[in-house]
């Protein structure tokens, strides 16, 4: 590494520093996601539903680009000045809202849909077709409400106080679609058990 | 993540729902059924993984930070090639200083992650994780980010790359097609690390 000059020390670090902090707030959330996952009842609700393990992955990544994909068109618009950062009955701002929920809901339900699939068609024990779709739906439409209503207070209320939402957007989706993503899933799987 | 498909305009009828959710559901679909592969790694490793809950925890993290890394690495090198300060050497120092910094941040990240991992499975009553000592918990987690951490490099410069020269915005190929792979290798990684560790 005899090309590592002071210069790109100095400015490795300037960049380390401009970054250090908003890792550091998905990490705390992660943290939180995972110590959710990783408490005995939900171990055990793993092993109790075959596929519920299997969708995990897709079901927090989806968070990020459907709610992901609002924060940045909700950006646009504002810098645009097609929206105003204020919650009214703007007809661009309903249909990216109205759009957004069809999609979470849509793909939750297909996630649920694919993992009972999978493990059908590979002859592996799966939990019932109908509980797998009903945590993600559940799941998918708690965390579709609190996820649209938290993205755009924050979005709005940074880019009231001068905050570009561009450097907002792709930390508030991760953080809370992984805290508020496995809580749900969670409560998903106990309105599965109650109904039963 | 993020802007993927999206070609917002200033009329009406990019704003319709219908627009929307017609550009959006055929990506969603394709990379949840990709997603279905980390899945599929995580329920065939169920065994390794339920019997050390302690490894659970690491998964969101796991999921988010190889995003989180390989935009803040690609969403830099796409600004440098708009600005047209950027020549693919691995000498060049835009490219290095910005290695150098994501590496930096990963070591940072993954030490911790590791020790406040083991730290909840210490917490009583609520019962989180368990099953790997503060050396094990610690080993797996810095071995396993580098790891994504290269990964997150490599694909960052190559994404990068490959939009300059195909002529697409990088802004947006690069960032989501970089994070929706690093989310998707981030648990696959830990599992290869887990096997070989533990």
């Known amino acids: 590494m005899f090309f590592l000059s002071v210069s790109v020390v100095r400015d490795a670090a300037?960049?380390?520093r401009g970054s250090i902090a908003v890792l550091a707030v998905?990490?705390?959330?992660?943290?939180?996601a995972g110590s959710v996952l990783g408490v005995d009842s939900m171990a055990d609700a793993f092993t109790e539903y075959p596929g519920l393990l299997l969708l995990l992955p897709a079901f927090l990544a989806t968070r990020g680009n459907v709610y992901g994909a609002l924060g940045a068109r909700i950006s646009t618009g504002l810098?645009?000045?097609?929206?105003?950062?204020r919650l009214e009955r703007d007809s661009r701002l309903i249909n990216a809202v109205v759009a957004s929920f069809i999609n979470g809901i849509s793909v939750s339900v297909f996630i649920g849909f694919m993992s009972w699939g999978i493990l059908s068609v590979l002859g592996r024990e799966s939990a019932a077709l109908w509980e797998l779709v009903g945590v993600t739906l559940v799941a998918g439409l708690l965390t579709s409400v609190v996820m649209i209503i938290g993205l755009l207070l924050i979005v709005f209320g940074g880019y009231r106080r001068g905050i570009d939402p561009d450097n907002l957007v792709g930390p508030i989706v991760t953080t809370l679609g992984d805290m508020f993503g496995v809580v749900f899933l969670y409560i998903g799987v106990i309105v599965v058990e109650v109904m039963l | 993540m993020g802007n993927s498909g999206d070609a917002v305009g200033g009329s009406v009828g990019s704003w319709s729902v219908?627009?929307?959710?017609?550009?959006?559901?055929?990506v969603l679909a394709v990379l949840s059924v990709l997603e279905m592969?980390?899945?599929f790694v995580l329920h065939e490793l169920e065994q390794t993984f339920l019997g050390r809950p302690t490894l659970l925890v690491l998964v969101p993290v796991m999921i988010a930070m190889g995003g989180n890394l390989g935009s803040i690495l690609s969403a830099r090198l796409s600004t440098r090639l708009h600005l047209g300060t950027?020549?693919?050497s691995p000498r060049d120092p835009v490219i290095m200083t910005n290695v150098v910094a994501v590496l930096a941040l990963a070591a940072t990240v993954f030490t911790a992650l590791g020790f406040f991992a083991y730290g909840l499975t210490l917490v009583p009553v609520v019962g989180v994780g368990g099953g790997m000592t503060l050396r094990e918990t610690v080993l797996v987690s810095v071995v396993s980010g580098m790891a994504l951490a290269v990964v997150a490099v490599v694909l960052s410069i190559s994404a990068t790359y490959a939009s300059y020269r195909l002529?697409?915005?990088?802004?947006?190929t690069t960032i989501p097609v970089v994070t929706n792979l690093c989310d998707i290798l981030g648990v696959v990684i830990l599992a290869v690390v887990s096997l070989l560790v533990l």
Do not use: E, N, W
């Not at chain 1, 998905?26 to 939180?32: E, I, K, P, T």
């Not at chain 1, 810098?79 to 950062?85: A, E």
């Open chain 1, 14 to 16: 300037r960049i380390y």
């Open chain 1, 26 to 32: 998905s990490l705390a959330g992660g943290l939180f």
């Open chain 1, 79 to 85: 810098h645009q000045g097609l929206i105003k950062p």
């Open chain 2, 18 to 26: 219908r627009a929307i959710v017609g550009t959006m559901i055929p």
């Open chain 2, 37 to 39: 592969g980390s899945g």
């Open chain 2, 86 to 88: 950027l020549s693919f």
């Open chain 2, 167 to 172: 002529g697409l915005d990088p802004d947006d």
